[in-house]
């Protein structure tokens, strides 16, 4: 049964929507709600994971939510970031005092815009290939697992395995888009082949990423309808979900609604 990483950053820009411009009556410290409370409730509701992405310009996630979730963290953390200078520096910098020596566990390397609302496709690992080697190369030797968030395209596996990658996280937004265009439909209707096309191409770059020898993970814009067809994959290790979760959680709080999802994903299997 695959893993099951939560992406916090959610809840962080929910704190971010009433903080940024500065509100009547914050004091330093008491800002809500706080990401790394909604990482614990998440481990207690079964997540094998936290992620969060600091990103370049702090807009969710900050650098006091890194270093707090590293402290105190049960279970494994995920960063994710760009391939920066200044994010390798980040990232070799942190401790983790309890759970593991000193750092996050696993970086997710992720191309960053500044105008995306999130991150919006995967990584070119193939057009900048020596750059990417050499971040890799100086993450894993700090003992990070690293992994490249992806589009489902062999070209791009074949340069992530080759530059050294732990694992590759393929970008599940176009299935996600042709399951909502078809209503989820995989036998008929418009949308149906669209639908089963999409999936095919996920399971054929997951197959790719197993020969090349390194772990098949995959995200992005998952949710409790569409989660099912990708955790029954086989051989896939990690999934990783964030935005139906924290929207879950509005309603029936974090725990639940990670518990709810671990349920579906342990019911594909
Ligand atoms: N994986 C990666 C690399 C991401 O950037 C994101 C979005 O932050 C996710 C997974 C989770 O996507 P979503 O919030 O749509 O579940």
């Given at each position: 049964m695959p893993s099951l990483g939560v992406n916090i950053d959610h809840v962080a820009t929910i704190r971010q929507a009433r903080y940024r411009h500065g509100a009547v009556g914050v004091v330093e410290g008491?800002?809500?709600?706080d990401p790394v409370l909604a990482a614990h409730e998440a481990t207690l509701g079964g997540a094998d994971c936290l992620t969060i992405h600091l990103r370049e310009d702090r807009r969710h996630v900050n650098d006091r939510d890194l270093e707090l979730l590293c402290r105190t963290a049960r279970v494994k953390v995920n960063l994710e970031m760009a391939a920066t200078d200044e994010m390798v520096a980040i990232a070799l910098s942190?401790?983790?005092?309890?759970?593991?020596?000193?750092?996050?566990?696993m970086v997710t390397l992720v191309p960053e815009g500044?105008?995306?609302?999130?991150?919006?496709g995967g990584l070119d690992v193939a057009g900048q290939a020596a750059r990417m080697k050499a971040v890799v190369a100086k993450l894993k030797d700090a003992g990070i697992v690293v992994s490249a968030f992806i589009d489902a395209d062999l070209a791009q596996v074949d340069a992530s395995a080759d530059a050294g990658f732990d694992c590759c996280e393929l970008h599940t937004g176009p299935y996600a888009t042709a399951f909502a265009a078809s209503g989820?439909?995989?036998?008929?209707?418009?949308?149906a082949a669209a639908l089963a096309a999409s999936l095919e191409r996920v399971h054929d770059a997951g197959e790719h990423i197993m020969s090349r020898a390194i772990r098949f993970n995959a995200g992005h814009a998952l949710n409790y309808a569409n989660v099912r067809p990708i955790a029954e994959?086989?051989?896939?290790?990690e999934l990783h979900i964030g935005h139906a979760i924290v929207s879950r959680a509005v309603f029936c709080g974090m725990r639940q609604a990670v518990a709810e999802m671990k349920r579906l994903i342990s019911a594909s299997v």
């Amino acid at each position: 049964m695959p893993s099951l990483g939560v992406n916090i950053d959610h809840v962080a820009t929910i704190r971010q929507a009433r903080y940024r411009h500065g509100a009547v009556g914050v004091v330093e410290g008491t800002e809500e709600p706080d990401p790394v409370l909604a990482a614990h409730e998440a481990t207690l509701g079964g997540a094998d994971c936290l992620t969060i992405h600091l990103r370049e310009d702090r807009r969710h996630v900050n650098d006091r939510d890194l270093e707090l979730l590293c402290r105190t963290a049960r279970v494994k953390v995920n960063l994710e970031m760009a391939a920066t200078d200044e994010m390798v520096a980040i990232a070799l910098s942190h401790r983790r005092e309890r759970v593991h020596a000193g750092r996050p566990q696993m970086v997710t390397l992720v191309p960053e815009g500044r105008q995306e609302v999130t991150t919006e496709g995967g990584l070119d690992v193939a057009g900048q290939a020596a750059r990417m080697k050499a971040v890799v190369a100086k993450l894993k030797d700090a003992g990070i697992v690293v992994s490249a968030f992806i589009d489902a395209d062999l070209a791009q596996v074949d340069a992530s395995a080759d530059a050294g990658f732990d694992c590759c996280e393929l970008h599940t937004g176009p299935y996600a888009t042709a399951f909502a265009a078809s209503g989820g439909d995989f036998r008929a209707g418009a949308g149906a082949a669209a639908l089963a096309a999409s999936l095919e191409r996920v399971h054929d770059a997951g197959e790719h990423i197993m020969s090349r020898a390194i772990r098949f993970n995959a995200g992005h814009a998952l949710n409790y309808a569409n989660v099912r067809p990708i955790a029954e994959l086989v051989g896939i290790e990690e999934l990783h979900i964030g935005h139906a979760i924290v929207s879950r959680a509005v309603f029936c709080g974090m725990r639940q609604a990670v518990a709810e999802m671990k349920r579906l994903i342990s019911a594909s299997v």
